[in-house]
C-alpha cells in the first residue's frame, strides 16, 4: 500500500511551481543546497537541467540549478572520492513519473544502478551521475513540476544520536518517511538516518562535498551556535560577487554543513 506523506514533507510539494526556497521554520531555518565537487560544470548543468527540469543560475563565479526547494551547487574540482563510503551516501529526488526519466537518463549513457519499491511503496532507482554524485529517485504522479528535491540520507554507526544532533540545532521535527522511522524534516527536505556497520568517511572533498541551510539571520544564529561550543571552520563571511552570507561547521558525523543568508533570492 502506497503510505501517505507526513508532516512538513507533504507540505513541501504544495509549494507553488516557481516558489524557491520552503518558508523556514520557528528558528529561522530552511534547507538550501547539496553542494557537488564535479570536474564538468557544463556536463553536470546540462544534466540537471535537461534531466529533471531545473533552472540554471549563476551569480559571480558561482553556478548552481534551482529547483522549487533547493539548489545544486557546483565546485569545478576533481572529489576524492563518490558519495559512496562517505557519510553523505546519497540525496533524493521526486519526480513525476520515474519510468520516463529513467529512459531518458539511459538514453543519455547515465548509469542506472538499480529499481526497487521504495520505504513509501513507490517506484524508486538509484542513479548515479558522473564523479560519483549517488541520488535517489522516486515517483510521485501528483508532484506539480518534473522533479523536486525530497532527502538527505546520512549512514553513520551513531545515527541516532546524529538524529538528535539535527533535531537540536535545526530545530528540526522528528517523523517517518514511509517505514523509515528514523526521519527529521526541516522545511524544504527530509532527513533519513540509517546504522552503518562500518566508518564513514567525511563528506569534505568527496563527490557530496556538503549540504547547507538557510538562515533568516545568520550572524545571531552563528554566535549562539559559538556560544553552545560549536566550531566554525569558516566564520562569518559576507561575499559581495555571489550575494550570499556563508559560515561553515562539520557536524558530529563528518559531514560538512555551510550555513547561507541569501540563496533564498537565487
Known sequence: MRLLLTGAVALLFALPVQAQLAPPNSAGVTFAHVHLNVTDVDAHTKIWVEQFGGVAVQKGSLRTVRFPNMLVVFNERTPTGGSQGSVMDHFGFKVRNLAEVLASWRAAGLEVQSEFTGAEGYPNAYVM????????????????????GYHIHFFAPDYLELLDWYVDIFSGVQASRGNIETTVNIPGQNLSF????TEREPTRGRAIDHIGFEVDDLEPFI???????IEFQLGYTEIASIELKIAFFTDPSGVYIELTEGFDEY
Request: hydrophobic share 35%; aromatic share 4%.
Open 194 to 197: 540509517a546504522t552503518s556497520r
Open 223 to 229: 554566535e549562539r551556535l559559538e556560544a553552545r561550543g
Open 129 to 148: 551521475a558522473p564523479d560519483g554524485v549517488r541520488f535517489e529517485l522516486q515517483e510521485d504522479p501528483q508532484l506539480p513540476m518534473k522533479a523536486a
